[in-house]
Nanobody
């Protein structure tokens, strides 16, 4: 059973930082790309970042513009999203993502609120 559980969200002031974590289980973690998505009420889910199985490549949504960094620890089956220079428009529920045998999986998400 594929399980993804996020943590690390919270309330932060504009310009601040947060580090999100995703604990994964139920599949061969080191063989799978991992990603982050975000969603706000009334909007479609938005892709944030992806990292390849051995961390050789990463990619980001255009809105990231060097502010976020995705990384992973295959020994611990965890993926992380370091978010810096946060803006109010980054407020969303952030969810971890993977695809196993062509089936997509998302975690329940963690709320990030950027506000003064």
């Amino acid at each position: 059973q594929v399980t993804l559980v996020e943590s690390g969200g919270g309330l932060v002031q504009p310009g601040g930082s947060l580090r999100l974590a995703c604990a994964a289980s139920g599949f061969s973690f080191s063989h799978n790309s991992m990603g982050w998505y975000r969603q706000t009420p009334g909007k479609e889910r938005e892709w944030v970042a992806t990292i390849s199985p051995l961390s050789i490549s990463t990619s980001y949504g255009d809105f990231v513009k060097g502010r976020f960094t995705i990384h992973r620890d295959n020994a611990k089956n965890m993926t992380f999203l370091q978010m810096n220079s946060l803006k109010p428009e980054d407020t969303a529920v952030y969810s971890c993502y993977t695809s196993v045998r062509a089936v997509p999986y998302w975690g329940p998400g963690t709320q990030v609120t950027v506000s003064s």
